[in-house]
């Protein structure tokens, strides 16, 4: 079976940095996906981690930690732009097949 | 490029009629993915379509929803004698296989009301 655990809803302050983590409990993982996505907008792709250790790009970054199971996708300098659902998605492999797996996402509200 | 597309992109219906969703994913992506979201809701599986092998089905609710990948390309979800609790946007996406990342590109949707 499969968990994602994320925080249902966070608030953070515009120009401050937030970090929003995500559990999993999987067989066979092959990576981890975070997606953003606004209200009524389809998911946008944001970061892939498939080894240890922190992947930056530009005011986000990710990281992730296979043997505990844990990741996180961390904002900086935010802005109100930035108020959207966060989706931790897992890609595990089992009986030779892929499956992406989403957690119900996080959402964020930016206030100024 | 042309991104994922998806029609229609709303749609509003009976209860017990069936509806046709359709996606066109990018171009020379082959796996296609079918997900949905109701309000406030994280997504949800349905069906997973890789080249020519058989479709990962394991998500679908029920009997009463298929999909069909003609070509390898367009993709039909076809929802029979829909009920309310069908009410969701439903999502289509698209990766290019490669044997690492596996970036998933979603079209706009199809948000779908059963009356």
């Known amino acids: 079976g499969q968990n994602i655990d994320q925080p249902t809803e966070m608030t953070a302050t515009e120009g401050a940095i937030v970090q929003i983590n995500c559990t999993y409990q999987?067989?066979?993982?092959?990576?981890l996906f975070w997606y953003q996505q606004h209200a009524g907008e389809a998911p946008t792709f944001l970061s892939y981690?498939?080894?240890?250790g922190l992947e930056e790009k530009g005011r986000f970054s990710s990281f992730l930690s296979r043997s505990k199971g844990y990741s996180y996708l961390l904002l900086k300098e935010l802005q109100m732009k930035d108020s959207a659902s966060y989706l931790c998605?897992?890609?595990?492999?089992?009986?030779?097949?892929?499956?992406?797996?989403f957690g119900s996402g996080t959402r964020l509200q930016v206030q100024p | 490029g042309a991104g994922v597309s998806q029609s229609p992109s709303n749609k509003v219906t009976e209860k017990g009629k069936d509806v046709e969703l359709r996606c066109d994913p990018i171009?020379?992506?082959?796996?296609l993915y079918w997900y949905r979201q109701s309000l406030g809701q994280g997504l949800e599986f349905l069906i997973y379509?890789?080249?020519?092998?058989?479709?990962?089905k394991s998500g679908l609710p029920s009997d009463r929803f298929s999909a069909e990948r003609t070509g390898g390309s367009v993709s039909t979800l076809t929802i029979q004698r829909t009920q309310q609790e069908d009410s969701a946007v439903y999502l289509c996406?698209?990766?290019?296989?490669?044997?690492?990342?596996?970036?998933?590109?979603f079209g706009p949707g199809t948000r779908l009301l059963v009356l």
């Open positions: 379509f890789q080249g020519n092998s058989a479709p990962d």
């Open positions: 999987t067989s066979g993982f092959n990576g």
């Open positions: 996406a698209s990766s290019l296989r490669t044997s690492g990342e596996e970036t998933q590109y």
């Open positions: 171009s020379g992506h082959t796996a």
């Open positions: 981690n498939v080894l240890d």
């Open positions: 998605a897992v890609i595990q492999t089992r009986a030779g097949r892929r499956a992406l797996t």
